[in-house]
């Protein structure tokens, strides 16, 4: 059974560069027809999809964070890992990694996901 | 870019009533991929229901979806104790995988 698991700094100052990173466990990431996901839930927005990448690349990201976001695959750590630049206080939350699986020509929904762990912007 | 909007915003419910959630899209969702999450404080999302009807594993019959275009529903049959907490609908079949803005269902 797949295990992700989120990482990060707890706490980043306004205008930094956030660096999260999801490890994988008892899944390799270049195994099947999957795709991985960054999610936050923030006090005004609900839960926020910020943008998906397939394991031999390929992000594409919302909209609203576009210039601000990279998500990006180690293959060799088995990790994905999530950067956004320019923080401010809008940005703390609570970041999601997920999983979910492909289709052809279509997304299967996120059925695996991670504890999350906290940011702040302070 | 799909737009999601979800009613009722709050719920207040008692333990063995029925729940109708409802989730519409600003433009037809194609192939019916629209999912249900339920979010509990302190848990991540749990997947429900994705291509609007079909129930993910482990899912209790008495949650069901249906719908198609632009409107979705989410129906609990008999409301458990464990079934509060807040309501997501998503567009899964592409990008951006947009989340609706949430139903909270409380006592």
């Known amino acids: 059974q797949v295990q992700l698991q989120e990482s990060g700094p707890g706490l980043v100052e306004p205008s930094q560069t956030l660096f999260l990173t999801c490890t994988v466990s008892?899944?390799?990431?270049?195994?099947?027809?999957?795709?991985y996901a960054w999610i936050r839930q923030t006090a005004g927005k609900g839960l926020e999809w910020l943008g998906r990448?397939?394991?031999?690349?390929?992000?594409m990201y919302s909209p609203s964070l576009r210039g601000r976001i990279t998500i990006s695959v180690d293959q060799s750590t088995n990790q994905i890992s999530l950067k956004l630049s320019s923080v401010t206080a809008a940005d703390t939350g609570i970041y999601f990694c997920?999983?979910?699986?492909?289709?052809?020509?279509?997304?299967?929904?996120?059925?695996?996901w991670g504890q999350g762990t906290t940011v702040t912007v302070s | 870019e799909i737009v999601l909007t979800q009613s009722p915003g709050t719920l207040s419910v008692s333990p063995g009533e029925r729940v109708t959630l409802s989730c519409r899209a600003s433009?037809?969702?194609?192939?019916?991929?629209v999912a249900w999450y339920l979010k509990k404080p302190g848990q991540s999302p749990r997947l429900l229901i994705y291509s609007a009807s079909t129930r993910a594993t482990g899912i209790p019959d008495r949650f069901s979806g249906s719908g198609s275009g632009t409107d979705f529903t989410l129906t609990i049959s008999s409301l458990e104790p464990e079934d509060f907490g807040v309501y997501f609908c998503q567009q899964h079949g592409n990008s951006p995988q947009v989340f609706g803005p949430g139903t909270k269902v409380d006592v």
């Open positions: 997920a999983r979910g699986s492909r289709g052809s020509y279509w997304l299967h929904p996120l059925d695996s």
């Open positions: 433009q037809n969702v194609s192939g019916k991929f």
């Open positions: 990448i397939f394991p031999n690349g390929g992000g």
């Open positions: 008892g899944a390799s990431i270049t195994s099947g027809n999957y795709y």
